[in-house]
């Protein structure tokens, strides 16, 4: 099958942007696909599904499109792997590209921060018991920044120069460091507030912000929050 034709008659599986930062130059990093996860059509990606494809392709092989359009390329990805989570992927938005700019605006003001995959299933079985299409190996091709996800887990992480809010800081400390609800709660209670009353000079310097990143650090491995 030719490219254009796969890619006529490709998938595509929408999630949220689990993204990093977005940096002044147009990097930025998150996650495209979530393993183990029901989307909204009732498919799950298994871990392995993008290992052939990768390696086969490599980041350079795989485009980075506005809105799934073959027509809005706006950068390059630098880094697609799989880990225990999901679908890593790292790229540049091609600041040079007048829709990049706009996509880079819209997405450090928060008002875009959907990550789209386009593939073709090579491999998947039917799991009746709980009603899901399991992906086994999917071709992948191209990964878009949209606005309207189908997987709602995955999404643009973090803005640089923005501190979480509470609720993606508790978030993260129980979900991603394995914390207590109740210790994520202390160590917010304790540390967090400091944190965010020392944002405004932090922007203002980059020593200072990474001042307050280590800080944050040493108080999350504290074995004792309370």
């Not at 803005?159 to 609800?181: C, H, I, N, S, Y």
Request: proline share 3%.
């Amino acid at each position: 099958m030719g490219g254009d034709a796969a890619h006529m008659n490709g998938e595509r599986k929408f999630a949220e942007l689990g993204l990093g930062e977005v940096e002044e130059d147009g990097s930025f990093c998150g996650y495209a696909s979530l393993f183990g996860t029901v989307d909204l059509v009732k498919d799950v990606v298994e871990r392995g599904a993008f290992a052939a494809s990768l390696r086969r392709r490599g980041p350079g092989g795989i485009r980075m499109l506005f809105q799934h359009d073959p027509g809005e390329p706006i950068g390059t990805w630098t880094e697609i792997r799989e880990d225990a989570r999901g679908l890593f992927v790292r790229g540049r938005l091609a600041k040079d590209v007048g829709r990049a700019r706009e996509v880079l605006a819209l997405m450090r003001g928060k008002a875009l921060d959907g990550l789209s995959i386009g593939f073709r299933t090579v491999r998947a079985k039917a799991d009746p018991a709980k009603g899901v299409r399991r992906i086994l190996e999917a071709d992948l091709w191209e990964i878009s920044v949209v606005t309207f996800p189908m997987l709602p887990e995955a999404r643009v992480a973090q803005v640089k120069g923005r501190l979480p809010t509470v609720r993606e800081f508790e978030r993260w400390l129980t979900r991603d460091a394995g914390l207590t609800r109740s210790d994520a709660r202390t160590v917010i209670a304790k540390g967090f507030a400091n944190l965010t009353r020392e944002r405004d000079a932090a922007q203002k310097d980059a020593g200072g912000l990474a001042g307050t990143i280590r800080a944050a650090t040493r108080l999350m491995q504290q074995k004792d929050f309370r």
